[in-house]
């Protein structure tokens, strides 16, 4: 069983920075790959960034790619999304997911995102 718990969301001004961070509870954190998700106001939950369980692969949505970073710390149980550049486009709920073989096991209960212009 892991309990993912999101944290570091606020209001910012476009063009600033948000680091988000998944706290996981249990001993199996380092065996999962990790994704964070958003879901804007009357939008489908769409995918932000990936890494894998070792932290050596990492993905992400065009939409965010060279303004955000995954990274992850095993030892801390924590995955992190650093959000720079923020934009209006960005204001959402961001999840962090648990995933494993087929599927997302787990999955926090969103932190919220807003940006202003």
């Known amino acids: 069983q892991v309990q993912l718990v999101e944290s570091g969301g606020g209001l910012v001004q476009a063009g600033g920075s948000l680091r988000l961070s998944c706290a996981a509870s249990g001993r199996t954190f380092s065996s999962y790959a990790m994704d964070w998700f958003r879901q804007a106001p009357g939008k489908e939950r769409e995918f932000v960034a990936a890494?894998?369980?070792?932290?050596?692969?990492?993905y992400y949505a065009d939409s965010v790619k060279g303004r955000f970073t995954i990274s992850r710390d095993n030892a801390k149980n924590t995955v992190y999304l650093q959000m720079n550049s923020l934009k209006r486009e960005d204001t959402a709920v961001y999840y962090c997911a648990a995933r494993g073989a087929e599927a997302w096991d787990y999955w926090g209960q969103g932190t919220q995102v807003t940006v202003s212009s």
């Open positions: 890494i894998s369980w070792s932290g050596g692969n990492t």
